[in-house]
């Protein structure tokens, strides 16, 4: 499995809330973690803000494992197409439109917004959790 993560799940990876578990679990079985460059501030910034300093720091200190979709011209054209048709906010947009680069052979995007969740099996991404809602 490859896994997508958008910055409200992987912030339960080092903020312990509802949710935390299954992230970690996923990302444990998980062949590759992926991430759009704009998820490392969304997730640095709320990770820091909630847990402090040194989880911040944990995440830092991880961030090189993740495969990153660079933001280019292309993806926010395409991020702009998708929010148009979903009714997404531009963040969440740009993880689509990123996560949509990607193979879709074994990909699954872990998200716990509902919004960006039913954007993403609309466009047949695999998500998890399979029972959020």
């Not at 590759?32 to 909630?50: D, K, L, N, P, Q």
């Not at 947009?93 to 699954?108: F, I, K, N, Q, W």
Request: aromatic share 8%; glycine share 6%; with cysteine.
């Amino acid at each position: 499995m490859n896994l997508y993560l958008d910055a409200s799940a992987l912030v339960k990876r080092y903020v312990a809330e509802p949710g935390s578990e299954l992230v970690r679990a996923d990302m444990q079985r998980a062949d590759a973690w992926f991430m759009c460059r704009i998820g490392f501030v969304e997730t640095a910034g709320a990770v820091e803000s909630v847990a402090g300093p040194a989880a911040a720091r944990r995440f830092r200190d991880e961030w090189p494992a993740f495969a990153v979709v660079d933001v280019d011209q292309d993806l926010v054209e395409d991020a702009w197409l998708l929010a148009v048709r979903h009714g997404l906010p531009s963040l969440d947009s740009l993880h689509l439109a990123a996560a949509l680069l990607l193979p879709r052979d074994g990909l699954v995007m872990t998200s716990w917004d509902g919004r960006l969740r039913r954007a993403a099996m609309a466009e047949d991404l695999a998500v998890l959790p399979e029972d959020f809602e």
